[in-house]
């Protein structure tokens, strides 16, 4: 069920900006006990949206290691989103007409600030288990730090304590791409929609490896191009998934989110990294992919090495970044032995 979380009172965002309120589109499953001690809470990755059921069935659903049956399941969509919390498509109150290139950028930080409003209208003082992959595992840690005592256990997954050089460097060509576009200025819906398309190809040289497109998108693979220029199959690929990004997503919405994911760094203004995440007190399982090249498996090493107690999962894949979304059946048996340990001892997996 989605349901719309209204916040009425100002909110200040970490670059100064006041906002009159905000609004936050969230969906759950399952139902909350008595106890209000089974909440799972989830957070999307860059595109998603709040329905995990849908993007991460092989964790989330009837069976799954996360049973709607067995716990009451929230996934929010985050800020800058284009589905249905505040975002660049939101009417400003001053000018009653869409934000779009005025919507100011919310920090990983700035997120969870309105997720703790959302979590206190639940009536929620304790979260049993929270995973996120990529950009959700970013809100996990930041809200693991700045409310210790929230989470039972936590699954980092595919991500790091803070965005790397490397990392930025990617959002920063996606958004030289969008630039690029002579529509982006416009102030419409549609504006830097080809932009976009360009920013999803270099997104998914991130996403994937070497490896993951020799099996996928072979030279030799037969395919119905998008048009009768298009030779290879890789080069058909990258063409519909900016195609198929265009169709469901916002360029405005990207190019901020982009902005998002670089502002990512728990050691601000919190005495450094490693000081940050020494205040998680959460069981912790951290997941990482050992060809991912956008999060690299040394820096969810570091995250096992600095957070007290953690354990590390290190799958062996072939499909890079996007392993966290593919590879969950080794996911979500390494999820159900964590939870299911009654030993709090730190221990690596790997999981070849």
Not at 53 to 60: F, H
Request: aromatic fraction near 12%; hydrophobic fraction near 35%.
């Amino acid at each position: 069920m989605v349901t719309v979380f209204n916040y009425n009172e100002s909110f200040t965002l970490e670059s100064g900006v006041t906002l009159p309120g905000y609004h936050l589109a969230y969906t759950t499953h399952g139902k909350l006990n008595a106890a209000k001690d089974n909440v799972v809470w989830i957070f999307h990755a860059l595109t998603a949206n709040s329905n995990p059921l849908e993007w991460w069935p092989g964790l989330a659903g009837e069976g799954k290691v996360i049973d709607p049956a067995k716990y009451f399941i929230i996934c929010v969509n985050k800020p800058g989103s284009p589905y249905g919390s505040i975002s660049p498509l939101s009417n400003n109150p001053q000018t009653h007409q869409p934000y779009y290139h005025d919507f100011p950028v919310f920090t990983v930080r700035d997120m969870i600030k309105t997720y703790q409003k959302l979590k206190d209208s639940l009536g929620i003082s304790r979260i049993f288990m929270a995973l996120g992959g990529s950009t959700g595992g970013m809100q996990l840690l930041e809200w693991a730090i700045e409310e210790p005592e929230l989470f039972e256990h936590i699954v980092p997954i595919a991500t790091n304590a803070v965005l790397s050089p490397w990392g930025i460097a990617f959002n920063a060509s996606q958004r030289l791409a969008i630039e690029a576009d002579t529509t982006w200025l416009e102030r419409k819906q549609d504006a830097g929609q080809k932009g976009m398309a360009a920013a999803r190809s270099i997104a998914l040289l991130s996403y994937r490896s070497y490896y993951g497109y020799d099996i996928t998108q072979p030279r030799n693979k037969a395919f119905v191009g998008l048009n009768r220029n298009v030779e290879y199959a890789s080069d058909n690929y990258q063409r519909y998934q900016g195609l198929k990004l265009v169709n469901r997503f916002n360029a405005i919405c990207y190019y901020r989110l982009t902005q998002s994911m670089d502002s990512h760094d728990v050691g601000r203004s919190r005495g450094g990294v490693e000081n940050a995440l020494k205040r998680i007190t959460a069981r912790t399982l951290v997941i990482g992919i050992s060809s991912d090249v956008l999060y690299p498996i040394t820096e969810q090493e570091y995250l096992r090495e600095k957070i007290n107690g953690a354990q590390l999962l290190t799958i062996a894949s072939d499909y890079g970044h996007d392993g966290f979304l593919l590879e969950y059946e080794k996911i979500e048996s390494a999820i159900e032995k964590f939870i299911n340990e009654k030993s709090s001892h730190r221990l690596k997996i790997v999981n070849g």
